[in-house]
C-alpha cells in the first residue's frame, strides 16, 4: 500500500483509539455542508456529497447528523460560513506540504497551521510553492489475497483506471477525479468489496528523509489534521513500513 493509504489508515485507527470522535464528526460535518452547498443536496447528482455521506457513515456518524449538515449546506438551515483554503509548505528536509482547510475565520486558521509548522521545524510557503509536486487523483482501495487484488486491479482498468499498485494484501488504484465514480460503481457491481473510494493530492515522486527528519515531519503532519479547521495532509515523504512502525512506536511512548 502506497505511503498515502497507510498514513489515511493510521489517521482513522488513531480516531478511535484516541476518542476523538467530537473532532473526527466536526471535520465530517464541513465536509459534509460545503459538499451539499457546491452541488446540491442530493447524493445521486452529486459524487462528492455521495463520498461525503459513505466517509461519515463509515465512521459510524448518526443519519440525522448527517442529514442536518446536508440540508445546512443546502441551504434548507442557517450556519457558518465555511471557505476552502489550501497551504503550502515545507517541512524538515525541504518535504513538501499540502495542508486542505475548512474555516470560518481565516485568520485563525492560517495562524494555527503556520505555529505548528514553525514550531516542527518547517515553514508556511508561498500559494503555488509545492502544489505542482501533486496530481489530484481518485483513489480506491481494496483488500484481499494476491490472486483476487491482480484479477480486481486488471477489472478496475477495464473499468477506466490508470494505474494501481498491490502490496501485500492492499491494492489502491488510481483515476482520474472524473472517472472515480464510474469505477467504484463497476466494481461493486462485480461484486468487489470497496473499502474506500476517494479523490486525494497523490505526490508525483516522494522524498526520503533521514529517520529523524522523516520522524518530524510525521509529527508535524499530525499536528496539522489534529488541528479543527484542517481537513487533510498531504505530502512527498517516502512513508516506509519501517518509518510508520517508529513513528507509532515513538508516539505511543509520548502518551
Known amino acids: 500500500m502506497s505511503g498515502h493509504s497507510k498514513w489515511s489508515q493510521i489517521k482513522r485507527q488513531k480516531g478511535v483509539a ?4 467530537g473532532q473526527l464528526f466536526t471535520k465530517l460535518g464541513r465536509e459534509l455542508v460545503v459538499s451539499a452547498r457546491a452541488g446540491g443536496g442530493d447524493p445521486d447528482g452529486n459524487a462528492r456529497l455521495r463520498m461525503a455521506i459513505a466517509r461519515a457513515r463509515e465512521a459510524n456518524m448518526p443519519m440525522d447528523t448527517i442529514e442536518r449538515a446536508v440540508k445546512r449546506g443546502a441551504g ?13 509548505g515545507y ?3 525541504g518535504v513538501a506540504l499540502l495542508v486542505e482547510a475548512m474555516t470560518d ?3 485563525r486558521t492560517v ?8 514550531r516542527g521545524g518547517g515553514s508556511l510557503g508561498e500559494s503555488g510553492c509545492v502544489a505542482w509536486l501533486f496530481d489530484n487523483r ?12 491482480e484479477s480486481t486491479a486488471l477489472e478496475a482498468i477495464d473499468a477506466g483506471a490508470e494505474d494501481f499498485a498491490i502490496s501485500d494484501d492492499a491494492l489502491e488504484i488510481y483515476s ?7 469505477v467504484r460503481a463497476a466494481l461493486i457491481e462485480r461484486g468487489i468489496d ?11 515522486s516522494t522524498i526520503a528523509l533521514e529517520p529523524k527528519e522523516a520522524i518530524s515531519t510525521l509529527r508535524i503532519m499530525e499536528r496539522l489534521e489534529d488541528l479543527d479547521d484542517v481537513q487533510r495532509v498531504y505530502s512527498n515523504i517516502e512513508m516506509s513500513d519501517a518509518l510508520l512502525t517508529e513513528f507509532e512506536a515513538s508516539a505511543s511512548s509520548t502518551r
Open 18 to 21: 484516541d476518542a476523538k470522535r
Open 76 to 88: 434548507a438551515a442557517d450556519g457558518p460560513a465555511l471557505e476552502e483554503i489550501t497551504y503550502e
Open 91 to 93: 517541512g524538515p528536509g
Open 105 to 107: 475565520n481565516r485568520n
Open 111 to 118: 495562524a494555527e497551521v503556520r505555529n505548528v509548522l514553525t
Open 138 to 149: 481518485g483513489v480506491i482501495v481494496a483488500h484481499g489475497d494476491a490472486e483476487t487484488l
Open 176 to 182: 482520474t477525479p472524473s472517472d472515480l465514480e464510474a
Open 194 to 204: 470497496v473499502e474506500s473510494a476517494d479523490l486525494a493530492m497523490i505526490p508525483k
